[in-house]
């Protein structure tokens, strides 16, 4: 399909938003479909992706570093049932001083031009990997939910990317879009000035027994709703419309903009 990306970006400004989780079922999505699928795990304290998919990877990325192979990393893979190559965070916390930025950079440059689709699953916030890959990435996806606390720190990593001139690289994911909270759906593309917004409905049941089980989503629960929004997600190119309703536009920007810019008073 022609506007692939070849280097997406999975990221967040905060935890708990379900970014591993839409990481990992992007990549085994392309995988089932026969596609050349990298993952890398680049919370390199606290990665996740290695559990997710119930792997047991006897190389990570501390062995790849110890050994200063860059340039070998793709011998570093462990291989999922799916055909997904992923390339797995360190065990431990107390390794990831052993990752320096450079050396992580050199890996990601290797395995991006032997890649046909490389998807790295980054820690939270902006720390100096996080904004490299987004500098390099063909695609930054940024997953928020509907919570106000959330979506303030979504706003000011969106005009992070803004400021670095990244933002049409930009989709936002939604995670946990049904729930109730004081902002409406309609009303985020206008506060995140985003016009590529995707939903995710909030499925907990069925999204916790997949974490906890190491099956992905797309594999295990092909059928929901929240599955087949994620099986769209890789096939929109950046910059997809989305009109703004003006009347939520005349209300968000009178009011709700100071509650995200943190205005108390």
Not at 100 to 112: H, I, K
């Amino acid at each position: 399909m022609e506007n692939k990306p070849k280097m997406t970006v999975v990221c967040s400004p905060v935890g708990g938003t379900g970014k591993t989780m839409i990481a990992v079922n992007l990549a085994v999505a392309l995988a089932n479909k026969g596609e050349d699928v990298s993952l890398i795990d680049s919370d390199l304290q606290f990665g996740d992706v290695a559990m997710t998919l119930n792997l047991h990877p006897a190389k990570t990325l501390k062995e790849l570093a110890e050994n200063d192979h860059a340039e070998n990393a793709a011998f570093y893979f462990v291989k999922h049932e799916s055909g997904l190559n992923v390339l797995a965070a360190p065990t431990r916390p107390e390794y990831a001083e052993i990752i320096t930025p450079a050396f992580f950079n050199e890996t990601v440059a290797s395995l991006r031009s032997n890649s046909v689709h490389l998807i790295i699953d980054t820690a939270a916030g902006l720390n100096e990997i996080n904004l490299e890959l987004m500098e390099n990435a063909d695609k930054i996806v940024v997953v928020t939910t509907p919570n106000m606390h959330v979506l303030k720190n979504t706003k000011l990593m969106i005009e992070t990317l803004q400021a670095l001139g990244q933002k049409d690289k930009l989709t936002l994911i939604v995670n946990k879009s049904s729930i109730t909270t004081a902002v409406t759906l309609d009303q985020i593309p206008v506060l995140t000035e985003t016009e590529s917004v995707f939903y995710l409905p909030y499925d907990e049941k069925h999204v916790n027994e997949s974490m906890d089980m190491g099956i992905p989503l797309v594999t295990q629960f092909p059928k929901l709703e929240v599955t087949k929004k994620l099986n769209e997600i890789m096939d929109v190119p950046n910059g997809k419309k989305r009109k703004k309703d003006s009347v939520f536009h005349h209300y968000v920007s009178k009011i709700i903009p100071r509650r995200l810019e943190g205005d108390n008073g």
